[in-house]
């Protein structure tokens, strides 16, 4: 029987944003606070700079979506509105907010795929495949010490009730959608590389 996970307490799940005419950007947005709660369950304050820095996105776009909600509605209007501006807030903050949510996305794959690899490793590997090539000499210590905070991986499974193979099904469908979701902005930053030049 499948128990209430992490994931069933969310305000949102990815799997209830809608996508199919662009990516919601207040349901991603809920969701996406629900990826900052799950850094308590790795239970380090060496996590807190990577909370900072996604609610810290969050906000810019946010701030961004509420100006004109209608026009913003999805990601994929918001950052094509603000395209021509001098100052692309919001866009930026949409390219290190999926940065991060990648990075975190191919750490619990890696984690639920090889289920005798440690979150250190899980998150040390992710962390070289996606962040530290944006990242300079002075953060990547930071994050360095982060990954090797990781609590054990039978801590953290226990600590977002992920037990058996219902709640890991659970599991994969929210980081599914989250992946889809990765993969469609990334796919809109490549289609217009002007959208986040000189970022």
Same mark, same amino acid.
């Given at each position: 029987?499948?128990?209430?996970?992490?994931?069933?307490?969310?305000?949102?799940?990815?799997?209830?944003?809608?996508?199919?005419?662009?990516?919601?950007?207040?349901?991603?947005?809920?969701?996406?606070?629900?990826?900052?709660?799950?850094?308590?369950?790795? *239970?380090?304050?060496?996590?807190?700079?990577?909370?900072?820095?996604?609610?810290?996105?969050?906000?810019?776009?946010?701030?961004?979506?509420?100006?004109?909600?209608?026009?913003?509605?999805?990601?994929?209007?918001?950052?094509?509105?603000?395209?021509?501006?001098?100052?692309?807030?919001a866009t930026? *903050?949409?390219?290190?907010?999926?940065?991060?949510?990648?990075?975190?996305?191919?750490?619990?794959?890696?984690?639920?795929?090889?289920?005798?690899?440690?979150?250190?490793?899980?998150?040390?590997?992710?962390?070289?495949?996606?962040?530290?090539?944006?990242?300079?000499?002075?953060?990547?210590?930071?994050?360095?010490?982060?990954?090797?905070?990781?609590?054990?991986?039978?801590?953290?499974?226990?600590?977002?009730n992920v037990?058996?193979?219902?709640?890991?099904?659970?599991?994969? *469908?929210?980081?599914?959608?989250?992946?889809?979701?990765?993969?469609?902005?990334?796919?809109?930053?490549?289609a217009h590389?002007?959208?986040?030049? *000189?970022?």
């Amino acid at each position: 029987m499948a128990s209430t996970t992490y994931f069933h307490t969310v305000s949102r799940s990815y799997t209830d944003v809608e996508t199919s005419k662009g990516v919601d950007t207040d349901q991603f947005l809920e969701a996406t606070e629900g990826v900052v709660k799950l850094f308590d369950s790795l *239970g380090s304050s060496a996590f807190t700079v990577v909370q900072n820095d996604m609610n810290g996105n969050i906000k810019k776009i946010r701030t961004r979506y509420l100006s004109n909600p209608t026009a913003n509605d999805t990601l994929e209007n918001l950052v094509a509105n603000e395209a021509n501006e001098k100052k692309r807030v919001a866009t930026e *903050g949409l390219l290190w907010l999926i940065r991060g949510l990648d990075f975190t996305a191919q750490a619990l794959r890696r984690s639920l795929s090889d289920q005798a690899e440690e979150l250190t490793v899980s998150f040390t590997k992710s962390y070289e495949a996606t962040l530290k090539k944006f990242h300079g000499y002075l953060v990547r210590p930071v994050f360095s010490l982060a990954m090797k905070a990781c609590p054990y991986r039978k801590d953290f499974y226990a600590k977002i009730n992920v037990q058996n193979e219902e709640d890991k099904t659970v599991m994969s *469908g929210w980081l599914a959608a989250l992946e889809a979701i990765i993969a469609t902005i990334q796919a809109v930053f490549v289609a217009h590389p002007e959208y986040i030049k *000189g970022m």
